[in-house]
């Protein structure tokens, strides 16, 4: 007898539309690039296969596998940033607002940009949904300094179970004449 199993549940970076237009302009022009390369390096060694030696079809076949791995990595980078920013505005539209209580905070390695991490174990609930648990990372310079037990602002989609948290927003500065 099969049982629904519930989705894993999936933190999402959110994505603006300039980022997307960014992350697939560069994918654009690396797919476009090295598409081309590949088809040049391709005719060009398929016309020398018979009057060279080995050495050029070799060196061209590398050449044209190179190329092909660049253009799909570009290719790969626009169809990627296209599906988070159509998960980002689904989130919006779908989600439902709840609150991620923080359960445990560790260090995590740093980002592939560099980017100093931590590690948040999170139990996040709200209305339409059944509580769950997630540990992922997030960079420090916005979490840094969450605690155990912090309760952070989420967005959940309830049939994906993709989310968002959001840093505890600053405590209002004290004015002047408050004083």
């Not at 629904?4 to 697939?24: H, N």
Request: hydrophobic share 45%; proline share 8%; charged share 15%.
């Amino acid at each position: 007898m099969a049982t629904a199993r519930a989705r894993e549940p999936v933190l999402l970076e959110p994505k603006g539309p300039v980022i997307t237009v960014i992350a697939c302009t560069v994918g654009a022009a690396l797919f476009l690039g090295a598409a081309g390369a590949f088809v040049y390096v391709t005719i060009h060694t398929a016309a020398d296969l018979g009057r060279t030696d080995g050495r050029w079809t070799w060196a061209g076949l590398g050449l044209a596998l190179a190329a092909a791995f660049v253009a799909l990595t570009g290719l790969s980078t626009v169809f990627f940033a296209r599906a988070e920013r159509r998960a980002t505005l689904q989130l919006a539209a779908q989600g439902v607002d709840a609150a991620a209580l923080v359960l445990a905070v560790a260090p995590a390695p740093p980002s592939n940009h560099d980017h100093d991490q931590i590690r948040l174990l999170m139990r996040i609930s709200g209305p339409g949904f059944e509580p769950f648990e997630h540990s992922g990372e997030v960079v420090r310079h916005l979490f840094g300094g969450t605690t155990q037990g912090t309760v952070l602002p989420a967005r959940v989609d309830p049939t994906t179970r993709t989310f968002t948290v959001a840093p505890r927003p600053a405590p209002p500065t004290p004015r002047a004449e408050d004083a």
